[in-house]
């Protein structure tokens, strides 16, 4: 498997200002030169990391989850990475060694492992290794539901779940999912998509999700709303709810990217407090 991993750095003076960045009422482009050490944040509580944050919840942007690009340096790492009790998690690495450990339990990852880390779930991670680590992590506050459990936290590697091809696609357009559709107490989705070079999403998708969007692999052009963005490997993409979505492989390779979604729950009726 292939990820793109962010390196940092700087671009030089001699680069030009003008790129892909968007920020609109109903979409944003993240492109990966933004993903910079000037635009690197920190967090209390960890050791030799930095971070990238590609969406956080925000009046006019996201509003269910937040997502990090995470940088773990030799030897750093938390042993308390989450202050809220009422967030869930996934975790997906990119590059290099990380030890977890899950309620006790040691898990040691690399890239293409996925953990899903429910509310409440007592974890540490650290990078035992003698090079750096990167990894996603996605964060949603867990939605309750009437005769809804909370579901258990498990640890995964995409390498060892077969993708889903679309119907009538002859596996040009995938889906690795890491949660059985069925399971109604999850109510958030992270996915891997996978267009084979020519695959396409033929018609403007319009729904109710709200979609983080992370290239890991290859470029596309894809329909945000009324635009249609070249993307490719290290950008992000933000689509808010019913934001129209379709894309086109056009790259000589593979174009994949990491879908976050909110699923399984009632529309809300009542703003937040």
């Known amino acids: ?22 920020f609109t009422t109903a979409y944003a482009v993240v492109p ?44 750093g790492g938390s042993t308390a990475p989450e202050p809220d009790p009422a967030a869930e998690a996934v975790l997906f690495v990119v590059d290099g060694a990380l030890r977890l450990s899950v309620d006790e339990a040691a898990h040691d990852l690399a890239p293409g492992s996925y953990v899903f880390l429910p509310p409440g779930t007592a974890w540490t991670l650290h990078n035992p290794s003698g090079a750096s680590a990167t ?14 459990d909370v579901p258990p936290a498990f640890v995964t590697r995409e390498q060892d779940v077969a993708p889903v091809a679309m119907p009538g696609t002859d596996g040009a357009w995938t889906t690795t999912r890491f949660v ?5 107490r999850h109510d958030m989705h992270v996915n891997i998509v996978t267009f084979e070079p020519g695959g396409a999403i033929p018609f403007p998708e319009t729904h109710v999700m709200e979609h983080g969007l992370y290239v890991l ?9 009324e635009d249609w963005v070249e993307v490719e490997a290290g950008d992000f993409m ?18 994949r990217y990491l879908l976050y979604k909110d699923v399984n729950r009632h529309a809300g009726l009542h703003p937040p407090r």
């Open 217 to 225: 692999e290859g470029k596309a052009v894809y329909l945000l709303n």
């Open 1 to 22: 498997m292939t990820y793109y991993v962010p390196r940092g750095g700087l671009p030089p003076q001699t680069a030009l200002t003008t790129d892909r960045s968007r």
């Open 180 to 184: 059985d559709v069925a399971d109604l």
């Open 32 to 75: 990966r030169r933004t993903l910079s050490d000037i635009t690197a944040s920190h967090l209390p509580g960890w050791t030799g990391m930095r971070m990238w944050v590609l969406a956080r919840p925000l009046s006019g942007f996201a509003e269910t989850f937040s997502q990090y690009v995470v940088e773990v340096a030799a030897g």
């Open 238 to 255: 933000w689509l808010r709810a019913f934001c129209p979505q379709a894309c086109y492989a056009g790259g000589p390779g593979r174009f």
């Open 135 to 148: 990894f996603h992590w996605i964060r949603k506050a867990w939605a309750p539901a009437p005769g809804v």
